[in-house]
């Protein structure tokens, strides 16, 4: 037996201006005219044969037809939006879209994405290195890790810690033959690899961390080869073609295979520059945003925010 029911428009702008108690409030939601509401209703009525609201001279009154009508009414839109959008989902649901720069993402995320995929086989990363800023609301990513200072209106950030900075070169160096690195003086003798874009940071600049380590006039800071990106930068650096400004968080696996060090240790904060997560506001309702987050945080010994 066919189901006997209202045309959809017209319950829609019922819904809408009895929840807003104002056809001029429905019709901003539903980006029509409040005439286009109130012939909606009018229509609604005819087909139900009985007054929905009251028409007052400063708003409407809903009739008591109106109000039991609407709770299962709201409801039964919820559901059909809920099933809409369950359609109308991407394909492979199993993907997760995380966008960071290459150096994080080939140094520190990549290595360590298989502990990820082990703990959530159902979760398909799509890894995507950037840095240019993303609007999470109009691209399709659901993460997004940078470094630096600059905050994204209309997204949740998540602090995600700073890096520590040292002088790190290949352990080759430290023994050099006829210029061993057993001073920070002894750093003069080597070519100094940059950073192009950490160039513009003073903390992640060689002119601006020698004076830090109070070498200039001993150590010039501008010679020295030229790297687009931090990863090529590091790997001249194990192969022993000179000597880096190294940020912990990237070459934490190099010390530790022990094919780069750092002699002097790692003395200075990257601060106020540093890590951070970026998501939509929301964006933790979605389990798979939630796994990878958690994930994030344990990695990284931290604890993540409470909200």
């Known amino acids: 037996m066919p189901r006997r029911l209202p045309p959809l428009n017209s319950l829609r702008a019922f819904e809408a201006a009895a929840r807003h108690g104002s056809f001029v409030d429905a019709a901003d939601e539903l980006a029509v005219t409040p005439s286009a509401i109130s012939q909606q209703v009018k229509t609604l009525e005819d087909w139900l044969g009985c007054t929905l ?54 140094q520190w995320l990549t290595p360590r994405l298989h502990r990820f995929n082990e703990r959530h086989p159902d979760i398909d990363v799509l890894l995507a290195t950037f840095d240019r800023i993303v609007d999470l609301e109009r691209e399709d990513v659901d993460i997004a890790i940078r470094y630096g200072i600059h905050d994204v209106p209309n997204h949740l950030i998540e602090e995600l ?17 006829t210029h061993p690195v057993r001073e920070l003086k002894d750093i003069a003798h080597h070519p100094l690899l940059h950073d192009s874009d950490a ?51 990237l ?15 790692m003395p200075f904060n990257s601060a106020p520059h540093r890590y951070r997560m970026a998501m939509l506001p929301d964006a933790l309702e979605n389990p798979k945003i939630a796994a990878f987050r958690q994930w994030i945080y344990d990695e990284l010994g931290l604890t993540p925010p409470e909200y």
């Not at 959008?85 to 649901?93: G, I, Q």
């Open 53 to 106: 609201f009251r028409r007052l001279p400063r708003g409407l009154a809903a009739t008591p037809e109106a109000r039991a009508y609407l709770p299962s009414l709201s409801e039964a839109l919820d559901t059909m939006e809920a099933a809409t959008k369950s359609v109308m989902e991407k394909p492979d649901s199993r993907q997760l879209t995380v966008t960071c720069l290459a150096s994080f993402g080939a």
């Open 161 to 177: 810690g700073y890096d520590e900075l040292g002088i790190v070169c290949s352990p080759d160096l430290i023994k050099h033959p």
């Open 199 to 249: 160039r513009k940071v003073e903390q992640l600049s060689w002119e601006g961390f020698l004076k830090r380590l109070d070498l200039l006039g001993i150590v010039d800071p501008d010679p020295g080869p030229r790297f687009s990106d931090s990863h090529m930068m590091i790997q001249s650096c194990i192969a022993g073609r000179g000597i880096m400004i190294g940020r912990s968080l």
């Open 251 to 265: 070459i934490q696996d190099a010390l530790e295979q022990g094919v780069l060090a750092a002699p002097f240790g």
